[in-house]
């Protein structure tokens, strides 16, 4: 077995062959889980990460800094429409070094549905809890204390509160946390227990290599069987440095529902029922700002502790499909979704420091696409459904309804026009058809479902193994795996799915 | 078999590619687009611009449009307060270029476009025959307020795109801090904070 370590592709002198047992794309929380379940069974296993591997030294706080730095297309990935701005991670954890560590399960329902309308085997509520446990303990999940609550998440608990909604605190992956509230910035103090912290150190404990900088252009496969994939290394600036060639009769895809989608299509793995692709749901979202006579300064403490469930239910054909959650950003962020501009724009900033911000974010049953560009660059085809617009709309008015019991003196819904209400009888005459897309900003940052596991390969890409229906050799280890929309943050579903997985990619590379 | 779950999948979406979108978005956009285009190429003179600039994505006429639109979006609430940074001091634009460069090349390009729409067309469809960098700083305001309400969803996308790049460049910066209350990173800060040590993160 090799010898484990983590390689910078932009220090290689020249193109290199590497063999191994496996190869894993994408190093986010489900690459992360399957390589170091791959190495611990004793398999020669290499991960490919098209960004950078940063460390919490390098994370200095600055949006202008880590934005480009974290996120794909420097922050401005969008569906192609450019209604829905699409927030994904690239680098060493993916997008687990920029989330902000919420831990849900999938539902119950949702696994039970998987089970009954979508044939995915083994992975019912009673097959996951055990894995769900396992990695939450892995994780140090626990429940965010009322003492870590910012005042930002204290104006939803306090709005819930007084409307009698359904509530309640958070769970997290944080250890050590200094409340210092950038989080999605990445974490400076090493309090993340994440993918970069924890599972990937314990993969290359137990000898797997991962390769930074190098970005998988296709995997390579013949007969019926993955051969390994082709990949080249850049330099900072992201020119091409060195071609890199991995023979492996296993690849494990976990660049995310867009990456791991678009990699196979430029691929032209097989898809002979045109599923490939196919069942993008992304839970999009956008907000609504309270302005209170008192300081909020969201941006200081835990960004999300607190959660109102009141229009959130996962039961097969809910018209209740809201998340909604607290969502407050540093300057720039929250410039950006500000309505206007000029004089009246920056008079509107200087409130910030007294704003709190929440957003409806949708548990959605639009199917959107992942496609690729000529160059192979994907492209995002998600076209809100009415139903999901309702949702949003409903959401929307809903966060400015706590908002207002929570004591804010006027609240902004940032359409075109400006939705402004100060009061609970203003809101009851706000027109919801007013918010759709193009004309609230909408935001997503948990693509799934483009590649779907189910044991009918006319409704999905890949089986309730995770193993591709035509491609042997070739599984699925992200939230592409998804046959539906979860309707809870999706870490822990992704970090568990490809555990629970594993054991068949594991079998087949001993194979 | 049923559709696989609570939210079935409807038919495959109909391929409709971004330049398509906006050809179909309206005659509105059409016409912009087409016409910006040509003018893009046959107005692309007269721009004054720091010889020593050295831009890594824009054009030197498409830097003086990014110039005026941040002159416009960060405009002072309070015009007589001289404490608060301008777009040029903060150089904004040049923020945008280097941003640029590291975005898609099909983003870039159709951001460049986006200006072209601004310089040529924009003026016209909110009633003026100048160039947008020609207008008084009133009528650029209304230029810019006709992009961000367009009946044409791509053109406020387009408006919002640049509107946060905008941003982006100018609260970002230390300076821009005070304006809005925000104390800035912790990793770094010196004991006096940012603002108040004269100090960049």
């Given at each position: 077995m090799s010898r484990g370590g983590f390689v910078a592709g932009r220090d290689l002198d020249g193109d290199i062959v590497l063999h191994a047992d496996a190869v894993v794309i994408g190093t986010g929380a489900g690459g992360s889980v399957a390589l170091r379940e791959l190495a611990r069974a004793g398999l020669d296993v290499i991960a490919l990460e098209e960004g950078g591997h940063l460390v919490s030294r390098d994370f200095n706080q600055r949006e202008d800094v880590m934005i480009p730095t974290l996120f794909q297309d420097a922050g401005g990935r969008a569906t192609e429409d450019m209604a829905i701005r699409v927030l994904q991670g690239r680098g060493v954890g993916g997008s687990t070094v920029h989330n902000t560590n919420l831990c849900k399960r999938t539902p119950d329902e949702i696994l039970d549905v998987w089970a009954r309308r979508c044939g995915v085997e083994g992975a019912g509520p009673a097959e996951m809890r055990p894995v769900f446990e396992a990695m939450e303990r892995d994780l140090s999940v626990s429940e965010i204390p009322a003492t870590m609550r910012n005042a930002n998440n204290e104006a939803l608990r306090a709005g819930a509160a007084a409307l009698g909604w359904r509530a309640g605190p958070l769970r997290h992956n944080r250890v050590g946390c200094q409340q210092s509230g950038?989080?999605?910035?990445?974490?400076?103090?090493?309090?993340?227990?994440?993918?970069?912290?924890?599972?990937?150190?314990?993969?290359?404990?137990?000898?797997?290599?991962?390769?930074?900088?190098?970005?998988?252009?296709?995997?390579?496969?013949?007969?019926?069987?993955?051969?390994?994939?082709?990949?080249?290394?850049?330099?900072?600036?992201?020119?091409?440095?060195?071609?890199?060639?991995?023979?492996?009769?296993?690849?494990?895809?976990?660049?995310?529902?867009?990456?791991?989608?678009?990699?196979?299509?430029?691929?032209?793995?097989?898809?002979?029922?045109?599923?490939?692709?196919?069942?993008?749901?992304?839970?999009?979202?956008?907000?609504?700002?309270?302005?209170?006579?008192?300081?909020?300064?969201?941006?200081?403490?835990?960004?999300?502790?607190?959660?109102?469930?009141?229009?959130?239910?996962?039961?097969?054909?809910?018209?209740?499909?809201?998340?909604?959650?607290?969502?407050?950003?540093?300057?720039?962020?929250?410039?950006?979704?500000?309505?206007?501009?000029?004089?009246?724009?920056?008079?509107?900033?200087?409130?910030?420091?007294?704003?709190?911000?929440?957003?409806?974010?949708?548990?959605?049953?639009?199917?959107?696409?992942?496609?690729?560009?000529?160059?192979?660059?994907?492209?995002?085809?998600?076209?809100?459904?009415?139903?999901?617009?309702?949702?949003?709309?409903?959401?929307?008015?809903?966060?400015?309804?706590?908002?207002?019991?929570?004591?804010?003196?006027?609240?902004?819904?940032?359409?075109?026009?400006?939705?402004?209400?100060?009061?609970?009888?203003?809101?009851?005459?706000?027109?919801?058809?007013?918010?759709?897309?193009?004309?609230?900003?909408?935001?997503?940052?948990h693509p799934m479902g483009t590649m779907r596991m189910g044991n009918d390969p006319k409704t999905s890409v890949v089986g309730s193994t995770g193993e591709h229906h035509q491609l042997k050799g070739l599984f699925v280890a992200d939230g592409s795996l998804f046959p539906t929309s979860i309707g809870v943050p999706p870490q822990i579903s992704i970090y568990s799915f490809a555990l629970h997985l594993a054991p068949h990619a594991i079998a087949r590379a001993r194979a | 078999?049923?559709?696989?779950?609570?939210?079935?999948?409807?038919?495959r979406l109909?391929?409709?590619?971004?330049?398509?979108?906006?050809?179909?978005?309206?005659?509105?956009?059409?016409?912009?687009?087409?016409?910006?285009?040509?003018?893009?190429?046959?107005?692309?003179r007269g721009y004054a611009i720091d010889p020593a600039r050295r831009l890594a994505v824009l054009s030197g006429w498409q830097f003086v449009v990014v110039q005026h639109v941040a002159r416009r979006v960060v405009a002072p609430d309070r015009p007589d307060d001289a404490s608060i940074p301008t777009a040029d001091g903060l150089d904004v634009a040049g923020f945008v270029d280097a941003w640029m460069a590291l975005?898609?090349?099909?983003?870039?390009?159709?951001?460049?476009r986006y200006i072209a729409v601004i310089e040529h067309v924009a003026p016209l469809g909110a009633?003026?025959?100048?160039?947008?960098?020609?207008?008084?700083?009133?009528?650029?305001?209304?230029?810019?307020?006709?992009?961000?309400?367009?009946?044409?969803?791509?053109?406020?996308?387009?408006?919002?795109?640049?509107?946060?790049?905008?941003?982006?460049?100018?609260?970002?910066?230390?300076?821009?801090?005070?304006?809005?209350?925000?104390?800035?990173?912790?990793?770094?800060?010196?004991?006096?904070?940012?603002?108040a040590s004269g100090d960049r993160p």
């Open positions: 950038f989080c999605e910035l990445g974490c400076s103090y090493d309090a993340k227990q994440n993918a970069l912290k924890i599972m990937l150190p314990a993969a290359v404990d137990a000898g797997a290599r991962v390769y930074s900088d190098v970005e998988a252009l296709r995997i390579t496969h013949e007969g019926g069987r993955v051969t390994g994939v082709v990949a080249a290394a850049r330099d900072a600036e992201g020119r091409r440095k060195a071609a890199i060639q991995v023979w492996s009769p296993v690849v494990v895809l976990a660049a995310s529902a867009v990456g791991s989608a678009a990699l196979a299509r430029r691929s032209a793995v097989p898809d002979p029922h045109g599923q490939l692709g196919r069942g993008l749901r992304m839970h999009p979202g956008a907000v609504a700002a309270g302005t209170f006579d008192r300081e909020i300064a969201g941006w200081r403490g835990i960004p999300q502790s607190y959660e109102c469930t009141e229009f959130l239910s996962h039961e097969e054909g809910s018209d209740r499909r809201v998340w909604i959650v607290t969502a407050f950003a540093h300057p720039v962020g929250a410039a950006a979704v500000l309505p206007g501009f000029g004089a009246a724009h920056m008079a509107a900033m200087r409130g910030y420091p007294r704003l709190a911000v929440l957003t409806a974010m949708v548990h959605d049953e639009t199917s959107g696409e992942v496609d690729v560009d000529a160059n192979g660059n994907p492209i995002l085809r998600y076209t809100m459904s009415e139903g999901d617009r309702r949702q949003l709309a409903q959401g929307l008015v809903a966060c400015a309804r706590i908002l207002l019991a929570a004591g804010a003196t006027e609240v902004t819904i940032p359409a075109i026009p400006p939705i402004r209400v100060r009061s609970a009888a203003q809101l009851d005459r706000v027109d919801p058809s007013a918010i759709r897309p193009h004309s609230v900003p909408l935001t997503a940052v | 078999m049923p559709g696989p779950s609570t939210h079935p999948d409807p038919p109909p391929r409709l590619s971004r330049r398509q979108a906006l050809r179909s978005g309206a005659l509105v956009s059409l016409a912009a687009l087409g016409l910006g285009a040509l003018l893009a190429v046959g107005r692309t975005m898609p090349a099909r983003v870039r390009r159709d951001l460049g009633g003026f025959t100048s160039r947008f960098t020609r207008l008084a700083p009133a009528d650029q305001d209304a230029v810019l307020a006709s992009l961000e309400a367009s009946p044409v969803a791509l053109l406020r996308a387009g408006f919002d795109g640049l509107k946060a790049l905008i941003l982006m460049g100018y609260y970002r910066d230390a300076r821009a801090w005070p304006i809005v209350g925000y104390d800035g990173p912790l990793v770094g800060r010196p004991a006096s904070g940012w603002t």
